[in-house]
Each structure stands twice: as C-alpha cells, then as structure tokens.
C-alpha cells in the first residue's frame, strides 16, 4: 500500500462554487432561490422539513452525523429566527444541543446544515424557531446500533437504492462482537443526498467528521468537479481520514481534472480495463434467511463488457474495481463502469463489486485508532483525564498537608501542654491552642494554593494520523481546562471543519453541551468549569505535519524514514511488515535514516516483552487486530521521552480495544513530535503542556 503526500488544498480553488441566490447572512445558511408562491396570511404559511443530511435511508448513529433542515417563508416579509438539534440520552443526560440562525427572504427557502453528536440508545429532536421563539416544526429519531453499512450514492434519484439496498453483506471486520444466531448479518444500506433545486448540486457535508455514517461515497466526475470548496474540503478530509471513495468517469474530459488527479497521485491516462478487474470475485454466501442478496455472476453482461475501462497513472494500480490508489488512511477508486446508470446497474457483476468495495471500505476502518467522527463505543476515558488534570501532578501537596497535620497533632497536644504544665502554668496551653490551630489552618491552605496555582490552565494530548510523506492527517485533540473559580468557558474549534464535544466532566457535574454554528464558526458556548476540577473536551479535525514524514524503500530489503515535519521526531518505533520493530531515541528535523541502523527491540528483553504482547492478537470478526500495548512500551521510551507511555496509554484505552495499530502489510511509525502544535493559549487560560503524537502508515513522500 502506497500513500501519496498530495494534498488537494492547492487545488480547491479550482473547484467552482455552487451558484445560490442571495445567502442569509450567516455561514449555516445557503438560501435557495425559488418562484415566490402567494403567501396566505399568518405565520401558518412557514413550512419546514428536516432530513438526515446523508439521505432519509442514512442511520443516526452514535458519535457525529448531520441533519438538514428546509424552512420555506411563504410570507410577504423576511422572517429570521434559529435551528436547534438536540441529543440527549434517556431524559436529560449526556445533553448535546447545536443551534444555528437563519434569515430567509419573503417567498423564499433557507437550508441550514447542522452537526449534531448522537448516544446509543437515545434519541435527537431538531426544531425551527422564529426569533420569537414560536415553533415552526419539529422532528425526532432514535439513535440506532444497526448492524449497517451505509452506502452514500451521490445521485439525485438513486438507482443503486432498488439494487443494493438491504443486500446482506460480510465484512470481515465485526465491531459488534459476532452477528447473533437468529438475525440476518450486517446489512447495506443505500442513500442519496439532497440536491438543491436552484443549482442542481449536492448539499453534503461541510465537516469531514458528518460522513462518518459512510462506508464508502460513490460519485460520477462530473458531479465530482461541481462541488463547492468547503464540500470539497470535507470530503477529501473524510478520505484523508481514512475514508473510501469511488468516482464513476461520466465524460472523458474529466480525466484532466486536477480533482481526480490530486485524488489519483498524478496524472491520469486511460487504458484497457485491468486484468484484476476481470478476475472472477466470488462473494461470501449470505445467511439464510437475508431479505436481499447478490446472484453470482463470472462475467459482466455483454453491454457492460464493451464500455469497461482502466487507468493508469499516479498511484493507480489495477483492482477488482477499476484502479485504486491510497490517499491518506484513505482510498480512491477510478471505476471501471459507472454503477449509477443503466445498463451497468442492473448487472450482478457490476452489483457484486460495488458490494465489495464497501465491504473493504468498511473492514479498512479496523486500522484506524481515532475514526474522524465515530463512536468506538464503550471506553476508558480516565486515563487521558489524567494526563490533562493539573490534580495529578498535585498530589505532594497531600503529602505535605498530612505530614504537617501531625506535626500540629504533635506540636498542639503533647508538647504543648507539657512545656507549659512544667512552667506551672498548664492553662497557658489553651491560649497556645487557637494560635497553634490557626496557623496550622493557613499552612494547610497556602500548600494547597500552592499546589494547585491560583490562575486557569489548559492541556492539549493530539494524535495525528497520516499516510507517509502526507502534509496533513487527521487528528483527534483531547483538550483539559482547570480554573481555581467557578467559571463558563467558550472553546471554540482549531479549525474551520473541526467539531467539538465536551468527553469528561467532574461529579456532580453533567454533559450539557450547546454548540453555536454562525459566521464566526463553530465553537461550544457557556462550558461550565467547577473550582479546582478539569474538563476535557474532545475535538475531531485535521493538523498540519510540515512536508511530511516519509517512509520509502531503499533497495530491495531496507527502509527509509525522512522527517520533515518541522519538528524533531522523539522516542520513534518503526514497526516493519512482518512486525519487525526498530527504534530511534531521536529523529531530528529534516534527518533521513534507515530502518537497518534504529535498535532492533527484537534483541532487547523490554522489546521482545512488548513484540510478545503485539502478537497477542485480538478477533474482531474473522480479522486479527494487533495492540499497542502501552503497558509493555513503558521501559522503550521512558529515557528519551518522560511521560510519553502514560500518553500512549491514554490514547491505546480511549481508542477501545478494536483497533489494528500494526496492519501486518505496511509500516507503521509511531513517535511524539517535540513542541507540540505551538500554541500558547486555549479558551483564554495558559497552555502549559502540548503533547503531540504521531502515527504514520504505509509507504509514500519524497525519498
């Protein structure tokens, strides 16, 4: 697997924006131009409609989604007024409220894209509002834990859907823990986004975070090279993420796109259809009693056969469905036949793949440590509280207050009423007393002062994932804040498509989180903090890794690593295929070094303890998942990095255990950047740790 350092940031520019009427004035809201009907009187004649933001058919599933709202103003005057989205679980816990305000013009339609942050088991209701906060219209659904795949078909009527939707599917990666006896197995399913009714694009995603319900996105080039800048950006990050996207070619001319050419690693030509392609793909053998299922077919139908097609170019490489390349975590695939029309649609060959390619882009997911957007479930969030509670590093203060107690337990009682019962003068120790207490009293609370500080402070714990050689990956920040006052907070997000949510918070304390999305951005409003306790936020967005770090062959049998991130490398394990490790105390900036001259941890007793660990895999379906196990790692990194196998620990238990962090087939680096992101500040308080940790998978970059 090869990932190519290409990013599409130069190029998005390219990409023409979608043409709207007159937009409300604030950035959640794309106003939709249309003939202005006549409006009856009262505030009766505002409709309002609200949809999944991925399609109808898309779950709500627990972690990030979107929803889309459609208020239409059938009045003679403008009308503004806010969207809410609230998820809770059960009555009022783990609340999670995003709003947005909307301005729409008499006779018009406003649509108002909103994320949201969904519980298992609970539920979201969105409701519109004027701004005198009368209901315009309501909706509710359930937060589901289907056993689904979901398949976004960019398309204004979706063919696919008739075809594909509920044919049963096996992956192989099983995060659910086994399929049960009696049900029918993990299910596709097939949705199609809205298009807006004045330009004829595609509402999606303006956060790369809401795709996470998609397995896989399948578009045509020409509705590729049509998407907006920020759609743009979030769907190439939902790939750079680790994220599987297909491209159907809907005109020749598209192949010069720089879109597709960003997304292919270089420039591509056409060819005949690849040998891989025409392989035989025999799919697994559906349950019994699956509602739908795929007929197998050796050979695409005749009609089919003559319009097939290959590439080449780039990174792309002959696959069982056209070509495919990796970009980021991600991959991209050059479709061979367009499955969003007739006749390819209704052959089972073409079906068959199409099936298959969101079963890989599914089982791919199992690699990922921290899914931009999703919910792994049930995990342990202490430990990264821990690394960003300032009471963790206070803890002498206890010491000293208990010993200074007894000192005064000591001084008070004993000493203090024999010195003065030797005097003659026993009655004396009662003034002493109050004196001696009080003194006690300041000391105790002046060490705790101490210890504690007396001004805000903040944390950062960020892991970057990214392919070799890329500029920029993924990236999940944990971010604690602790003030010695009651105090609320705005945290607003480090970037532009980043989403936050509020992950830890101190008894008796309860989630009750409010997003703002305006022109300003977003950001969460009114964060309660409690004297002396720690909150930690959760952002989901993209950070930037300098020009990369690459990881190349050199020669037939050896391995290069070059960093150029701007940062020197620190306490770095090169994981070969194979689960070969080697070790480098140090990376410096700008240094290229080979994998044949780090310390094989193989040859030490600490790296043969942890390599024994790794091997002890875990099954997730029919898939093999390797641990961190950061417990082991301890002993490796300690003397070049202090504290970092307390942050691996954090980031390996917050993660869950369904992770493959040493795909056997591509390398994996793993190390902790020194300087961290460089920031100062958050949300007004001091910055006074910024641990910053990388994971690089896979070949690519400059040698």
Avoid: C
Avoid at 152 to 180: C, F, N, Q
Avoid at 279 to 295: G, Y
């Amino acid at each position: 697997m090869r990932l190519r350092a290409l990013s599409l940031v130069p190029i998005l520019a390219l990409a023409p924006l979608a043409t709207h009427a007159e937009p409300a004035p604030v950035v959640a809201a794309t106003a939709i131009a249309e003939a202005p009907p006549a409006p009856p009187p009262g505030r009766a004649s505002v409709s309002f409609e609200v949809a999944p933001l991925l399609g109808t058919t898309s779950p709500t599933p627990a972690g990030w989604s979107g929803f889309l709202v459609r208020v239409q103003n059938n009045e003679a005057k403008p009308l503004r007024g806010e969207v809410e989205v609230l998820s809770r679980l059960h009555s009022d816990q783990m609340r999670f409220r995003a709003t947005a305000p909307f301005v729409v013009g008499a006779g018009t339609s406003v649509i108002v894209r909103l994320p949201t942050h969904g519980n298992v088991y609970g539920e979201t209701n969105v409701v519109a509002r004027d701004d005198a906060g009368v209901v315009l219209g309501s909706h509710t659904t359930a937060v589901t834990n289907m056993q689904e795949l979901f398949l976004l078909d960019v398309s204004e009527t979706s063919r696919l859907k008739g075809a594909l939707h509920d044919a049963a599917i096996s992956p192989l990666y099983s995060p659910w823990g086994g399929y049960g006896a009696y049900g029918t197995g993990p299910q596709l399913k097939v949705g199609a986004p809205r298009f807006d009714p004045a330009t004829g694009d595609p509402i999606l995603p303006d956060r790369a975070a809401l795709y996470a319900p998609a397995s896989a996105v399948l578009l045509r080039s020409d509705t590729l090279v049509k998407i907006g800048a920020a759609e743009l950006e979030a769907l190439s990050g939902y790939v750079l993420a680790g994220g599987t996207l297909a491209v159907a070619l809907a005109r020749p001319e598209d192949l010069r796109s720089p879109l597709l050419a960003a997304f292919a690693g270089g420039e591509i030509t056409p060819t005949s259809p690849h040998s891989e392609t025409l392989r035989e793909l025999v799919l697994p053998a559906p349950p019994s009693n699956a509602t739908k299922s795929i007929p197998f077919a050796e050979s695409a139908a005749e009609e089919v056969g003559k319009t097939l097609a290959g590439f080449s170019g780039g990174n792309l490489h002959g696959s069982r469905y056209g070509a495919s390349a990796t970009y980021g975590l991600g991959e991209f695939h050059l479709l061979a036949f367009d499955p969003t029309r007739k006749p390819a649609v209704d052959d089972p060959w073409v079906q068959a793949r199409v099936l298959d390619l969101t079963r890989r882009a599914f089982d791919r997911k199992s690699s990922i440590v921290y899914r931009q957007g999703g919910a792994p479930g049930t995990v342990d969030l202490d430990r990264v509280r821990q690394e960003l509670d300032p009471n963790e590093s206070s803890r002498w203060g206890i010491a000293v207050a208990a010993i200074l107690l007894i000192a005064y337990a000591v001084l008070a009682g004993p000493v203090n009423f024999t010195m003065h019962a030797n005097k003659g003068k026993p009655l004396r120790a009662l003034v002493w007393l109050p004196i001696l207490s009080a003194i006690a009293f300041f000391a105790v609370v002046l060490i705790g002062l101490f210890a504690k500080g007396l001004t805000g402070r903040s944390r950062h714990l960020t892991l970057v994932e990214a392919g070799a050689g890329m500029t920029k990956g993924t990236a999940r920040r944990w971010r604690g804040f602790f003030t010695p006052r009651s105090k609320d907070l705005t945290v607003r997000t480090s970037d532009g498509s980043s989403v936050v949510t509020t992950a830890v918070v101190a008894s008796p304390a309860t989630i009750d989180d409010h997003m703002l999305v305006d022109r300003d951005g977003a950001r969460l409003v009114d964060l309660a903090i409690l004297p002396w306790q720690t909150v930690v936020v959760r952002e989901d967005g993209f950070a930037d890794v300098g020009e990369g770090i690459s990881i190349v062959h050199e020669g037939e049998k050896d391995t290069a690593v070059t960093n150029r991130s701007g940062h020197d490398l620190r306490a770095a394990i090169l994981m070969l295929p194979g689960l070969l490790p080697r070790y480098f105390p140090t990376i410096k900036d700008g240094e290229r070094v080979l994998a044949s001259a780090g310390k094989d941890l193989k040859t030490v007793t600490a790296g043969t303890t942890w390599i024994r660990q790794v091997n002890g895999t875990r099954r997730a379906g029919t898939l093999d998942l390797h641990p961190l196990s950061s417990v082991f790692v301890r002993p490796i990194v300690e003397p070049d990095a202090p504290g970092l196998a307390e942050a691996w620990l954090a980031v390996e238990q917050s993660a869950g255990g369904l992770v493959d962090w040493f795909p056997e087939d591509v390398p994996v680096l793993l190390g902790q950047l020194d300087g961290g992101e460089g920031k100062t500040s958050d949300a007004g308080l001091k910055l006074e740790r910024d641990r910053l940790l990388v994971r690089i998978v896979g070949y690519g970059g400059r040698p």
